[in-house]
């Protein structure tokens, strides 16, 4: 009953999500090294079935890149298993989505305007397909009405992460430096987007363009190119975060109580208003009762909460079944470097007749960094479901 080509293709994509040759310190495999052995002495057995000798070729070519990548091209003719994302990534494809042309990775000084090709060119076949539907057509049309009229980000160009991998998986598999390659082409880059690409694909390599002061001053910054890639940056250290201290935690803890449950608002700096924070109930959950879960911060901020009127529940408390509420959680306190990050999210639960219940939720996720002019938030992210 194991729909074995599905199991296939799924174990091939965990092994290409996060190769352990280009793994950095820390950083959980797709599977332990004796696993990866015993998957890869698979890649030698012409008597397996193709299914396996498929996930052998590809644990084999993520383990020991310089060996095993022209045996996945090789043979990505033959086994329909490698034929797509395999194969694609054994040639150094910046992207496997349906419109892009996948092109193999260009050599390390190419010029910028060809590594930009390699990122962003398009499959000729799928867009004649597009042209030839008519529905497709009107789709495009409207979604390029709805975008007109926003402003462009002049000079800011942004790498994502699996172009990043293919090119330190190819610098893996050649002993090519890309990375130097880069380096020196930024030094005599002539265009903000040609600085930014080769900024931005040195950041999403690992390397740290920006030093702590650098990133407070650019995150601060209403310029908008050094700030996106300050943000790009910034983003890559909250991957691994650690908790705030205690006395970080009840400094900003205590702000963002005054300004959830009171009428205070945060810092933006350069970039606009203060922040202050909208919490809106639907009218039908207007009697409801309101719910306050501060697990993760220190007494304190607790206690600063009830000060304001908040109704703190114990830790560990949730919403019993079937009761209404409407329920703020305060997450904990995250760090990296000078930033910390906190989820305030708002849920409901009310009912709307004997057996049908009815709700919904939002969150706010603030970044926040203590500034020349005392903590200040420097990006907002909003959800709604």
């Known amino acids: 009953g194991v729909d074995r080509e599905s199991v296939t293709l799924t174990v091939i994509g965990l092994l290409l999500s996060s190769p352990p040759a280009i793994a950095r310190p820390g950083e959980p495999g797709p599977c332990t090294p004796d696993a990866c052995e015993l998957l890869a002495s698979h890649a030698k057995s012409s008597a397996d079935s193709v299914p396996l000798r498929a996930v052998g070729l590809v644990a084999a070519m993520v383990v020991s890149p310089a060996i095993w990548t022209d045996s996945v091209i090789k043979y990505s003719s033959s086994n329909p298993f490698l034929a797509g994302r395999a194969v694609w990534f054994a040639q150094g494809s910046a992207s496997y989505a349906v419109a892009s042309a996948k092109l193999p990775i260009p050599a390390p000084e190419s010029s910028y305007d060809g590594w930009m ?7 000729s076949a799928y867009y004649n397909w597009v042209a030839s539907d008519s529905a497709m057509s009107r789709a495009r049309a409207r979604m390029r009405a709805s975008i007109a009229g926003r402003p462009a980000r002049v000079g800011v160009v942004t790498v994502h992460e699996q172009a990043a991998r293919a090119v330190r998986f190819a610098s893996r598999r050649t002993g090519l430096d890309y990375a130097g390659s880069f380096r020196r082409t930024l030094a005599g880059a002539t265009s903000d987007s040609a600085r930014s690409f080769y900024k931005s694909m ?29 943000l790009q940056q910034l983003e890559r250290d909250f991957k691994e975060p650690v908790n705030a201290s205690d006395s970080v935690a009840a400094i900003v803890g205590r702000h963002l109580m005054n300004v959830v449950f009171g009428d205070s608002a945060l810092n933006t700096g350069s970039r606009g208003r203060p922040f202050r924070f909208l ?6 959950a207007d ?19 009830q000060q304001l009127g908040a109704n703190v529940m114990p830790r560990g408390w949730t ?8 329920v703020t959680h305060v997450g904990p306190i995250k760090q990296a470097g000078a930033f910390v990050r906190i989820n305030i999210s708002h849920s409901t639960l009310f009912s709307r007749g004997e057996n049908v219940s009815g709700g919904y939720a939002n969150g706010t996720v603030l970044t926040i960094v203590n500034g020349p002019d005392g903590w200040t938030v420097v990006e907002v992210i909003g959800w709604v479901s």
């Open 202 to 230: 040195l950041i999403a390599m690992g390397n740290e363009l920006f030093s702590q002061s650098e990133l407070i001053t650019s995150m601060l910054s209403s310029d908008t190119v050094p700030r996106a890639l300050a």
């Open 117 to 123: 090709k390699w990122m962003t060119a398009a499959d």
């Open 319 to 326: 919403l019993p079944r079937g009761a209404a509420g409407f």
């Open 287 to 305: 009697t409801l009762i309101r719910y306050v879960v501060i697990d993760s911060l220190p007494d304190s901020v607790r206690e600063r909460a």
């Open 279 to 284: 919490n809106r109930t639907n009218p039908s």
